[in-house]
C-alpha cells in the first residue's frame, strides 16, 4: 500500500458532523456517508497550492478541469461528453430538487424505488409534487434487491420523472445490463425523465467491473436523463461542495439552469480545485482505497451476517452496508447499536423501518472494535 488508510483523519478536526454527533460519548459514529480517511494526498496537494495563492474570488470550471471531467468520463466508462453538457452545483441533493422542479408540474408524480437515500423522498416533497414510492423486492436466497417490473410498469404510466440511484444507496446494488436496458425501455415507453444519481458510481466494489452511466445505453435516452455525478463520494470531500449534473439535451439542461437562477450559488473554487485533482490525479489512490473497502465489507459480512437472526445485504458498490434486524426481534435497532456504542443510520429514514445502514468505510481499528461491540450487544461474543 504507497496510501494510509490505517489513521482517521476526522480525529484532527473539530468541524465533523458524523463524529460531532457523539462527542463527548462512547459511540462510533458509523452513519452519515463520510469516510473517516484523509482525502488522496494529490487532491490535498493541489489545494494547498491552489490556497497558496491568496485570490479567492467568484470562480467557475477551468479548462483544466473540463478536460479532467471529460478525460475520467472516457477513460473510466467510455462516454464521449461534450463540455456542454456539464452544469456545475455546489450538491447532488441541490440537483434532486432543481431535477423535480424543472421536469413536471404539480400534478406530475415523481417515481422512486424504496428503501432510498432520504433526499430522494423529500425532493418531490419539495418540489409540490406527488411522490410513487416503489419497493424493491426483498432478496431471497442467493438474491439481492430487485426491481418490482410489474409495479413500475404501472406506477410509471401516471407518473413524469423517475429518480434513480445507480449504484443504489442503500442496499448496494449495481444495476446491471439488462436491469438498465427495462429501465430504459420504461422511461422510453411512459416519456418519463429520468434524474440518475450516479455518485457512488467510483466505489464498484467487485473487481473488473465498469461502471455504465444511464445516459450512455442511447441518444434517446442521453436526450430524457440528467446524470448526477460528484468526486465526493469516492474522494471524501463531501465537505468542499462541488457536483456536477450533465444534461445533453439543450432543452431540458435549459429548464434546469432556470430553475437554479437566483438560488444556486456559485460553486467553492477550492471544490473545483480538488475536483480537478480527483478525476486527473486519482485513480491509485482509489484503487487502494476500493481494495481496503472490500476488506471492510467482508468482514461486517463476516461479523453480522446470520448473528442472531441479523441480515447483510452484501453490496456490490458504495461503503454501506444494509442490515436487516427484523429477525433479531429488536424494535428500534437504530437505538438499540448506539445504546450499544455504534450510531447507525435508521433504516426507517430511508422507507424501511427494522433495518439500519452501517458505514464501513473508516479504518480497520475502528471497523473491527465497532463490530465487536455490535456482536456483544447480539450476544454473540
Ligand atoms: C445517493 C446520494 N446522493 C446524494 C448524496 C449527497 O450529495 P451532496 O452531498 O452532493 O448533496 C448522497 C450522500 O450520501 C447520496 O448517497
Redesign the pocket.
Known amino acids: 500500500m504507497t496510501y494510509d488508510f490505517t489513521t482517521s483523519a476526522v480525529h484532527a478536526v473539530a468541524d465533523n458532523i458524523k463524529w460531532n454527533k457523539y462527542a463527548g460519548r462512547d459511540v462510533l459514529p458509523l452513519w452519515?456517508?463520510d469516510m473517516d480517511f484523509a482525502t488522496a494526498p494529490e487532491i490535498t496537494a493541489a489545494l494547498q497550492q491552489r490556497v497558496a495563492r491568496g485570490s479567492f474570488g467568484y470562480s467557475e470550471p477551468t479548462a483544466e478541469l473540463i478536460a479532467a471531467i471529460v478525460g475520467a468520463a472516457q477513460r473510466d466508462y467510455g462516454w464521449a461528453l461534450h463540455p456542454d453538457w456539464l452544469v456545475p452545483?455546489?450538491?447532488?441533493?441541490?440537483?434532486?430538487n432543481i431535477a423535480c422542479r424543472a421536469t413536471g408540474g404539480d400534478a406530475d408524480a415523481v417515481l422512486t424505488a424504496t428503501p432510498i437515500?432520504p433526499?430522494?423522498m423529500s425532493a418531490p416533497a419539495f418540489s409540490g409534487r406527488p411522490l410513487t414510492k416503489l419497493p424493491l423486492l426483498e432478496p431471497t436466497e442467493g438474491e439481492s434487491w430487485r426491481w418490482d417490473w410489474v409495479a413500475l410498469e404501472r406506477e410509471a404510466a401516471s407518473a413524469r420523472t423517475l429518480l434513480l440511484?445507480h449504484p443504489h444507496?442503500p442496499v448496494g446494488r449495481v444495476w446491471t445490463a439488462d436491469e438498465l436496458a427495462r429501465l430504459a425501455a420504461i422511461a422510453e415507453r411512459h416519456d418519463l425523465t429520468v434524474v440518475s444519481?450516479e455518485?457512488?458510481c467510483d466505489l464498484l466494489l467487485e473487481p473488473g467491473t465498469r461502471h455504465a452511466p444511464l445516459a450512455t445505453l442511447s441518444p434517446e435516452l442521453a436526450a430524457r436523463t440528467i446524470t448526477?455525478m460528484?468526486p465526493?463520494?469516492t474522494y471524501n470531500i463531501?465537505g468542499l461542495?462541488c457536483?456536477l449534473a450533465i444534461i445533453p439535451d439543450a432543452t431540458l439542461r435549459h429548464a434546469f439552469q432556470r430553475t437554479m437562477r437566483g438560488i444556486v450559488p456559485h460553486v467553492n473554487l477550492l471544490g473545483y480545485t480538488a475536483a480537478a485533482a480527483a478525476y486527473r490525479d486519482g485513480a491509485a489512490w482509489r484503487a487502494e482505497l476500493l481494495a481496503v473497502l472490500r476488506q471492510n465489507r467482508d468482514a461486517v459480512i463476516a461479523a453480522l451476517d446470520g448473528a442472531a437472526g441479523l441480515r447483510v445485504t452484501r453490496p456490490q458498490a458504495?461503503y454501506l452496508a444494509w442490515i436487516d434486524c427484523r429477525g433479531a426481534g429488536i424494535a428500534q435497532p437504530q437505538h438499540y447499536f448506539e445504546a450499544a456504542g455504534v450510531g447507525l443510520s435508521d433504516g426507517a429514514d430511508f422507507g424501511l423501518p427494522g433495518f439500519v445502514r452501517l458505514n464501513f468505510g473508516c479504518p480497520q481499528a475502528t471497523l473491527t472494535e465497532a463490530l465487536a461491540r455490535m456482536r456483544r450487544a447480539l450476544g454473540c461474543a
Open positions: 452519515v456517508a452545483l455546489p450538491g447532488l441533493v441541490s440537483g434532486l437515500y433526499p430522494f440511484c444507496n444519481d455518485i457512488h448526477l460528484a465526493s463520494k463531501a461542495g457536483a458504495t
